[in-house]
Every structure is written in C-alpha cells, then in structure tokens.
C-alpha cells in the first residue's frame, strides 16, 4: 500500500510564474499599464486543433523577456497607427495594458495595446497662458519599466494544442 503524498509548507510564491512561457499574458503586467519600444516582429505559427498552424505576429518588446502574441484586435491597434507592414512598426512607442473581455459567455483577463496620444501643447485655446489641467494633476499610470519577470523555480510547462486556439484573447 502506498503511502499518501505529502505537502510540505514552503515559503509564499508565485503560483503563475510556474506557468511562465515564451508570450505575455494579462497577469504578468500585474494590473499597471506600461510603456515599450517595438523592437521586433515576427511571424510564428500556433499549431491548431485539428493539427494545422495559423500564422500570427509576436511581437518584442525593448527589455521584455517575453513576446506579445497579436490578436486581432491588437494587430488592428497598431496597424491602424503604424501600418499594415512590420518594418514601420520598429522603434514605435506602445503601451500595453492588462484588460478584460468576454470569450465562451464570461469575462477573461487580456492583454491589449494602444498607441500613446500625443502630449498636448502648452496652451491649447488662444489666448489662454496655460493648459487648463496641469499634467501634474492627472495620474500616471504608466510605468517605463519592463513587467518583471517571472521567477520560475523550474522550465514552464508545454502548451497543449487546445491552449493556442485563435479564439482565446492573448
């Protein structure tokens, strides 16, 4: 007869980072938006399914340890400010954020992209000597630092076919 397995306490961790991987995930922005640099991009193909491979973008980031895999709504963000073509997405400001939407009828966390808006200028309205709301009174949510990286105790696990379905929001 077998002995039950026993659990040994350990020192608090995070559990997520056991599930570390090569793309970003919603979790590891850990609730803060912040700034990157597009330093890369490249295509990769996310096995399917049914076995076939669907092409996606992944994206580097400047001093990310990992890759934002594109979905089509960040694609379209970025396109839509940057083009349709790679190359002039290189060097171009983002900022990445953790966000929710709805997938199979509940809301999951995401991860999503946006161009940063321009600053406005000093004074905006003729004749007025200085802009209405002081930057200073507007909170900064933005970071400049890279997400930290997940210290994981051992390598991630393999991502099983059914996990890389194009219908899950990365």
Same mark, same amino acid.
């Given at each position: 007869m077998n002995a039950p397995m026993l659990l040994t306490p350990q020192a608090d961790f995070d559990i997520g980072a056991l599930y570390a991987g090569h793309y970003l995930k919603a979790d590891d922005l850990g609730g803060k938006t912040y700034a990157a640099t597009i330093v890369a991009v490249e295509r990769v193909d996310i096995p399917e399914q049914d076995g076939s491979v669907r $092409?996606?973008? *992944?994206?580097? /980031?400047?001093?990310? $340890?990992?890759?934002?895999l594109l979905n089509?709504?960040?694609? #379209?963000? +970025? &396109?839509?400010?940057?083009? !349709?073509? =790679?190359?002039?997405? /290189?060097?171009? %400001? /983002? #900022?990445?954020? %953790?966000d929710t939407t709805l997938f199979g009828g509940r809301s999951v966390p995401c991860v999503r992209v946006r161009? %940063? !808006?321009?600053? &406005? %200028?000093?004074? &905006? +309205? $003729?004749?007025?000597? =200085? $802009?209405? &709301?002081p930057?200073? *009174? +507007?909170p900064d949510t933005t970071s400049l630092a890279a997400p930290p990286a997940p210290a994981a105790s051992q390598p991630p696990p393999q991502m099983t076919v059914g996990e890389l379905s194009d219908d899950i929001p990365y």
């Open positions: $092409p996606k973008a *992944a994206v580097a /980031l400047h001093g990310w $340890p990992a890759k934002l089509k709504t960040n694609f #379209e963000a +970025i &396109a839509t400010a940057y083009g !349709r073509q =790679s190359a002039g997405w /290189l060097g171009k %400001p /983002l #900022e990445v954020y %953790p161009v %940063p !808006r321009p600053a &406005a %200028p000093a004074a &905006a +309205i $003729p004749g007025m000597t =200085s $802009p209405a &709301a930057a200073a *009174a +507007i």
